[in-house]
T-cell receptor, first 111, second 111 residues
Framework: QKEVEQDPGPLSVPEGAIVSLNCTYS??????FMWYRQYSRKGPELLMY????GNKEDGRFTAQVDKSSKYISLFIRDSQPSDSATYLC???????????FGQGTILTVHP | DAGITQSPRHKVTETGTPVTLRCHQT?????MYWYRQDPGHGLRLIHY???????DKGEVSDGYSVSRSKTEDFLLTLESATSSQTSVYFC??????????FGSGTRLTVV
């Protein structure tokens, strides 16, 4: 069993839709939870991170963490064609900052 | 990507040959990492460094070695390339959560 499991998708939604991306994890040592966005043939870029259970908002993006269920989500409101990318969840152990990634979800937002 | 450069960007090599990939940073960050990205696996950690000459293995280190003789450079060497090492390789640097930055990647094909 992988330490981090991510719904693989792919997801295809119309412009303006609400998108929900999800990951589960099994390692209780993970203390920081991140979402990365990766455009084709580019490196991942950090969207959001959080370290506590609850919600964190940044514009159209909301990251949600439930440590008791070992479950994290990213919600994208009013999705735009420019949101079309691969989204990766990642979990960090604080010592040395090593990241464990989910498999990634390919999102396409149609105009 | 600002402050981090990977070279080469693309490489085709033959099975059994040694290959070295270079990661160069101008941010003076302490931590540097090498990940590989394959379909269905997200990114997986190969090796990481927490200072000059301080390195350790990650999840998928077999067949790879690293060296860090200067803060700014982190080299990844495939001792004897195999087809299973065909992948996209990403270097990352970190000095904290916000400072986790990925390079643009090296696309390696082993034929």
């Amino acid at each position: 069993q992988k330490e981090v499991e991510q719904d693989p998708g792919p997801l295809s939604v119309p412009e303006g839709a609400i998108v929900s991306l999800n990951c589960t994890y099994s390692n209780s040592a993970f203390q920081y939870f991140m979402w990365y966005r990766q455009y084709s043939r580019k490196g991942p870029e950090l969207l959001m991170y959080t370290y506590s259970s609850g919600n964190k908002e940044d514009g159209r993006f909301t990251a949600q963490v439930d440590k008791s269920s070992k479950y994290i989500s990213l919600f994208i409101r009013d999705s735009q064609p420019s949101d079309s990318a691969t989204y990766l969840c990642a979990m960090m152990e604080p010592r040395y900052g090593k990241l464990t990634f989910g498999q990634g979800t390919i999102l396409t937002v149609h105009p | 990507d600002a402050g981090i450069t990977q070279s080469p960007r693309h490489k085709v090599t033959e099975t059994g040959t040694p290959v070295t990939l270079r990661c160069h940073q101008t941010e003076n960050h302490r931590y540097m990492y090498w990940y590989r990205q394959d379909p269905g696996h997200g990114l997986r950690l190969i090796h990481y460094s927490y200072g000059v000459k301080d390195t350790d293995k990650g999840e998928v280190s077999d067949g790879y070695s690293v060296s860090r003789s200067k803060t700014e450079d982190f080299l990844l060497t495939l001792e004897s390339a195999t087809s299973s090492q065909t992948s996209v390789y990403f270097c990352a640097i970190s000095e904290g959560l916000d400072g986790y930055t990925f390079g643009s990647g090296t696309r390696l094909t082993v034929v």
